[in-house]
């Protein structure tokens, strides 16, 4: 997940991001944070293509008040979270105009804001990577990502069923953002960054389910095939998962971590 913290006050900011960095450790989801003192960079940064999953906002901030910023990004079509941070109620009704999913009272209470981030996981798939494509965001989930490759100054990202999706991202910086609690994504050439799930077979290659081949560095194939084997010999020695309830007509109760 991806998190705004907009708030002219240093303090409050810290305040709010370690609330929310100890919320995402007991959850065991992956995050990012970031900053802004004010919410004209805020709104600029959404203008040129940024994007978030949730952002907490103070109502009361020098140049332009939390609402407005809000208003203005609504206006650029941002349709992620807001969450807003304030002294006063005065502005609880206008919060409505904005689709606000929270209004939290300072001084902050840790079980409003976990409360607030509980409601907004509950319906958001975190064990998702996203990609910005033009003014929208793709989310594909980990599982469905067979391997990404680098061509000049993009990468291309090819997912389970055949969609390819172009990233103007370094590979390295993807292999930063797809790293996860499983370890199933193998930086086994320069070019290439595979999901091992999804290897058939080794040689000088790798063979995908899919049919698709993915190069190997070769001068570090035996480092690289011991990679996948320990992969897989991890994963063998994980316990089974438990069975899963009968039907009764509800859906199954899920719990929110790594992917």
């Given at each position: 997940m991806r998190i705004a913290v907009c708030d002219d006050s240093f303090m409050d900011r810290e305040l709010i991001i370690n609330l929310l960095q100890h919320y995402f450790s007991e959850k065991s989801?992956?995050?990012?944070?970031?900053?802004?003192?004010?919410?004209?960079?805020?709104?600029?940064?959404?203008?040129?293509?940024?994007?978030?999953?949730?952002?907490?906002?103070?109502?009361?901030?020098?140049?332009?008040?939390?609402?407005?910023?809000?208003?203005?990004?609504?206006?650029?079509?941002?349709?992620?979270?807001?969450?807003?941070?304030?002294?006063?109620?005065?502005?609880?009704?206008?919060?409505?105009?904005?689709?606000a999913a929270g209004y939290l009272l300072k001084p902050h209470s840790p079980e409003k804001l976990y409360q607030a981030m509980d409601r907004i996981t509950q319906h958001l798939d975190v064990n998702t990577y996203q990609i910005q494509q033009r003014s929208k965001v793709i989310r594909v989930p980990y599982n469905e990502i067979l391997y990404v490759e680098s061509s000049n100054s993009k990468c291309v990202l090819h997912r389970k069923g055949g969609c390819t999706y172009v990233i103007y991202k370094r590979l390295a910086k993807i292999e930063e953002e797809l790293a996860d609690g499983h370890g199933r994504f193998l930086r086994c050439h320069q070019s290439y960054l595979v999901n091992m799930d999804y290897i058939q077979q080794v040689d000088k290659q790798f063979l995908l389910t899919t049919g698709d081949h993915v190069l190997i560095r070769q001068r570090d194939l035996k480092a690289i095939r011991q990679a996948y084997l320990d992969y897989m010999s991890s994963k063998e020695a994980e316990p089974p998962a438990p069975p899963a309830p009968c039907a009764s007509g509800r859906g199954a109760e899920q719990t929110i971590g790594r992917a």
């Open positions: 989801i992956r995050y990012e944070l970031v900053e802004y003192d004010n919410g004209i960079n805020l709104v600029c940064d959404i203008e040129e293509g940024d994007w978030f999953d949730v952002i907490f906002l103070d109502i009361y901030m020098h140049n332009l008040l939390g609402i407005d910023v809000a208003r203005k990004l609504r206006a650029n079509h941002f349709t992620g979270e807001i969450i807003f941070l304030t002294a006063s109620s005065d502005f609880a009704v206008d919060s409505y105009d904005v689709a």
